[in-house]
């Protein structure tokens, strides 16, 4: 089985970060997903967004379903072209915040997905993609 | 939307509606500093029942309501956080702080009358 089709969600405001997380739920749902899986998605993007919106003001959420041999799950890309993030393993590290945040949301959000990966240039911007498999 | 605040006794009680953004989680902290002093209330219970996600910015803002209304004289209680946002929100590493919590409204009006030790007076009360 292939991808299906992508959803794009623009981030511009902080009511567009209630929309992606409510879009989010409801793919995982179609793919299957239930239970604290959908809450554990929906906060991680819910996190994710925030970021844009905190950090780069725009920028846009990307929710697809993967269908692997054996396996299927939910990608969640969130994209900008914000400031972009100069370190990003101390980023990574719990507690550490240059936003208005608690300092939890891109370690606290890797802790909630299967797979995270980020890619950042200074001036460029920033790229979260995040995988949640179902078990 | 606006959460709706209603006034038991000499307590608050804000009962979350719907999906809420950073604007109107924000809007409940001051609706809730105001009129905490406006009815000189005592006790402020947040039901959260209905929220299916509480990410790091609804905690802050639960933590900033609690220890706003702490200054102004009243207590808060936060009631019915569902299981799964419990478990997201333990391992996004979100924790509530010294803010009490309740299972359900009952609960966390039972938990206020113990801490603002009026017993059972917030019924009669005007």
Do not use: C
């Not at chain 1, 409801?26 to 997903?33: I, S, T």
């Not at chain 2, 001051?30 to 929220?51: E, H, K, M, P, Y």
Request: charged share 20%; net charge negative.
């Amino acid at each position: 089985m292939s991808l299906k089709a992508e959803i794009h969600i623009p981030i511009n405001s902080d009511a567009d970060i209630v929309t992606a997380r409510q879009q989010g739920r409801e793919l995982a749902q179609q793919a299957g997903f239930n239970g604290s899986d959908l809450t554990v998605i929906s906060t991680a993007i819910s996190e994710v967004a925030r970021n844009i919106v905190e950090h780069a003001r725009s920028g846009e959420i990307v929710l697809s379903v993967a269908n692997g041999p054996g396996r299927s799950g939910l990608v969640v890309v969130a994209r900008d072209h914000g400031p972009g993030i100069l370190d990003i393993s101390l980023a990574m590290q719990d507690g550490y915040s240059t936003g208005k945040g608690l300092g939890l949301g891109l370690p606290g959000t890797r802790r909630l997905m299967d797979e995270f990966e980020i890619t950042s240039k200074p001036g460029a911007g920033t790229t979260v993609t995040m995988k949640k498999w179902r078990r | 939307m606006r959460v709706p605040i209603l006034k038991q006794g000499g307590y608050l009680i804000a009962s979350i509606q719907s999906a809420l953004s950073d604007y109107e989680l924000l809007q409940l902290r001051d609706d809730l500093s105001a009129q905490v002093g406006r009815f000189r209330s005592r006790g402020v219970i947040v039901d959260v029942t209905v929220l299916d996600v509480m990410d790091s910015f609804a905690v802050r803002t639960l933590r900033a309501i609690a220890q706003i209304g702490h200054m102004r004289g009243a207590e808060t209680v936060i009631v019915g956080i569902q299981p799964e946002v419990a478990f997201a929100m333990v391992q996004l590493g979100l924790a509530l702080g010294d803010v009490e919590t309740a299972l359900d409204l009952e609960e966390g009006l039972a938990l206020l009358d113990l801490r603002t030790k009026r017993g059972e007076s917030h019924v009669t009360e005007s």
